[in-house]
């Protein structure tokens, strides 16, 4: 069974975006809502800032794979939308991990082991 359900429709987006519950980094802005489910429901979002379609492809990937990686850190019921910013693209794994789990802890989304 897959961890992530994903956003892909522009009203779920824009439902969360409207919620106004947003922290940001360097890297990444986290916008988070409380949803009915009991899954993490995630939307991806990169511009075209970012690079072409190979580099966005990659970002998405990337913070896919954080996620997949420590779900069993993330709280449950809550709808995540993770817009990439354009300095990322210089960046690997082991930062997209550290900024992805540093927005999370300041969603409180983060459990601690």
């Known amino acids: 069974m897959k961890f ?16 106004h ?10 916008y988070s809502m409380k949803n009915d489910c009991e ?8 511009s075209k800032k970012v690079g072409n379609s190979v580099v966005r492809h990659r970002m998405t990937r990337l913070v896919r794979e954080v996620l997949r990686l420590n779900q069993q850190n993330v709280v449950k ?10 300095s990322a693209k210089e960046f690997g794994y082991k930062e997209f991990e550290s900024g992805i789990i540093h927005l999370l802890k300041l969603h409180k989304l983060w459990l601690e082991n």
Do not use: C, Q, W
Request: hydrophobic residues 45%.
């Open 77 to 86: 019921g809550y709808d995540i939308i993770i817009v990439v910013r354009p």
């Open 21 to 30: 519950h947003s922290k940001a980094n360097r890297l990444f802005i986290m």
């Open 39 to 46: 899954d993490i429901r995630l939307g991806i979002s990169v």
């Open 4 to 19: 992530v359900v994903s956003l892909k429709k522009t009203n779920e987006f824009k439902k969360v975006y409207n919620h």
